[in-house]
């Protein structure tokens, strides 16, 4: 156990900058006593004091500033997990998030998607664009491969794709949900200013999604019911969950489940009866 006083900051630094190659950032490797980065190195990487530096090493420089912490963050080249775990010991808290538009998953992910037959699942970023799903999300959801990539949007669906809208139980109970979620999502992610275009165009194009977005309603997407009327299965009820990808802030997976053996059976019928995934 730690001592209620050891300066976990400074030993976390110390043991960052020790295992930085001075090469790397082209720094000489001559007249090295000890492995790493010196610290005047890092400070001045960091653009701060190296006397400065050294106290914070030594836990006598008083409480760092963020953006003193995003400096040597920087300056160390730390990944994103090292420099969320710098700031929770610097700061007791976790940095700004930074919003990065995802490249795509890894075919680990999508295996792991394929895997769940009977369940349609997507993976969606914090912006709610559909980057990846299964073949059970294509026939009974929508299937994304027939749409542009830029129109595989959950909020471009629910408010301009009458398909959409005509499978919804309750469309304006759904829609609702989703632009208050989406909302939530957004802020979290940092990703305001990502979505102001789409935000923009939805404001213009329909009415009733620009009254929703002026009621400024916030909702957590956790899980639920959905009722969707499928054009060819019917009424089908499925239970949903979100669970965000570990190591990817930025995505979330959501799937559901049959919420009935009749409608497992009906999905599993829609499944053998179209070999190639169509749009519901």
Known sequence: MPAANEN????????????????AFGFPLARRRTP???REEVAQRANVSATWYTWLEQGRGG???ADVLDR??????????EREHLFLLGLGRPPEVRYHAPAGITPRLQRLLDTLEHSPAFVRTATWDVIAWNRA??????????????????LRMMFHDSRVRAAQHNWQSVARYVVASFRADVARAGAARNVQSLVDELCATSPEFAAMWRDNDVQAHGDGLKVLHHRTAGPLSMEFSGFAVDGRPDLNMVIYNPATPED???????LKSQPQPSQF
């Open 36 to 38: 790493g980065l010196r």
């Open 8 to 23: 976990l900051l400074g030993a976390y630094l110390r043991d960052r900058r020790a295992k930085l190659d001075p090469t």
């Open 137 to 154: 999300a294509a026939v009974v959801l929508t299937d994304y491969s027939a749409l542009p990539e830029g129109q595989r949007n959950v």
């Open 72 to 81: 040597i963050s920087s300056a160390m080249m730390l990944t994103d997990a």
């Open 264 to 270: 497992a059976h009906k999905i599993r019928t829609l």
């Open 63 to 65: 409480a760092p500033s």
